[in-house]
């Protein structure tokens, strides 16, 4: 009964500055849409082993990476295979494991992030630490928040990245 819900027709996407995405299962139309329309424009690829997943990621980063040159393209990939395709668009690649000597910073404030969308990334992560189903209650989000701003203070006042806090001056500040 819920089929006669559902439209019995096909959508085109044919958006404009898109790059080709593949084929339209039902219609057999190309699609060509621009992730960068999108509110989120993150994207994954799934599929079987040498069904062409690595081929088609590399096919899109390429085409965006030659047609804007203000996109950022980040990629995890444990098995190393995209750090020539990187080095080839004059990219970073970033090492992360124990025994490099590389650090991720989630206090980090970069291009126009406000104090208030880090204070809820900063609660989120908090979040996460504490453990699955076991959120923030007031009394600890208003005791983080007054943290979380005290510590920001002078990175607020200076803009110097040398004084943007790490995850030992929230400790500290909790203590």
Known sequence: SLAIFLPFRTVSVVEDNGV???INKYSKELLFADRNNNPNS?????????????FSAKR??????????NIDVMVIDPDGEYGRFA???KGEVVKLS?????HLNPFEMVNGDSLENKV????????????????????????????????????????????????????????
Do not use: H, W
């Open 20 to 22: 080709y995405c593949g």
């Open 42 to 54: 993150n994207g994954i690829i799934t599929g079987a082993s040498g069904f062409g997943k690595s």
């Open 60 to 69: 899109e980063m390429f085409m965006r990476l030659l047609r804007d040159d």
């Open 87 to 89: 080095e080839g668009f």
């Open 98 to 102: 124990n025994e490099e000597n590389k």
């Open 120 to 175: 809820d990334l900063i609660l989120s992560i908090i979040e996460q630490m504490k453990g699955t189903n076991k959120e923030i209650d007031g009394q600890e989000r208003g005791v983080l928040v007054r943290c979380i701003n005290s510590i920001y203070a002078k990175y607020m006042r200076t803009g110097d990245s040398n004084d943007l806090p790490v995850l030992a001056d929230l400790y500290n500040e909790l203590k």
